[in-house]
């Protein structure tokens, strides 16, 4: 056994295993103390961010969530995540990618490169955990997801939005028509798809499965989880999470705050029941750190994360070893 690396783990660690010895107020913030690398060899998850905030409708700033999110996450590297009672990176070969290349200042190559950015992971067998960034950048990794699962896959998407608002122009950037554009395109099946938290009207839900806020704190987590089960079944299914999914009393931090979300405590127990879904990709977005108070929005996105990677851990290893 190696003696255990103190301090900067992301830079100085050279396995993609294990962790390292840190002060949770100092050193380099990767997601998690993982290492810092584009190696895709032997790599599980990779981690990584796509700092956009060109397609919002309201409060920009979610540029700046995937550092807030890195940033959020050091308590999380400091012991065994709570309630797996295990370290996920024993068995699970996680890295922190970065962020995906963007040039702002010309919009029609953002989503191309971002197509290409979740292509190179993707090639190299890894499953992707991405950081927003506004909600649009989930439909770029849709299309590379698609090419690599097969299309359709099924979606489970937390959301205060539906985001299924109608959009026929093939280059617009809008964090509210990605999955109008995503069904169109065939990429996701609405029948086999299930949207949580929605609290916003659309006069079109296109087909989608909407287990809505209210439903949920009526009926629960427990049946929440019932309802995705009968909806998703064994299909290889995309997560994506917009933090706006939680009421803005747990996520202030975010550009379209809605009224009368789920708490986080209602949205961590269904992420966490996620065990036995074929999920093959996933993501958190919508994160804007300049609304939050007291980081509280970037603590649950870190913690959604982190749960998103013993969900992947547990899948590859078995219940039986947590």
Known sequence: MTDPVYGDGAIRRSSLHGSSVENTYAGVLSFMRRRYTRELAGVDVAVSGIPLDLATTFRSGARLGPAAIRAASVQLAELKPYPWGFDPFDDLAVIDYGDCWLDAHNPLTIKPAIVEHARTILRSGA???TFGGDHFVTYPLLIAHAERYGAPLSLIHFDAHCDTWPDDEPDSLNHGTMFYKAVKDGLIDPAASVQIGIRTWNDDFMGMHVLDAPWIHEHGTRAAVERIGAVVG??????????????????????????GGVSSAQALAIVRALGRFDIVGADVVEVAPAYDHADITSIAAAHV???LLCLWRQRKVGPESA
């Open 305 to 307: 994360a982190c749960d």
């Open 127 to 129: 499953k992707m955990l």
């Open 234 to 259: 064994e299909r290889p299914v995309y997560l994506t999470f917009d933090i706006d999914c939680l009421d803005p009393a747990f996520a202030p931090g975010t550009g379209t705050p809605v009224a």
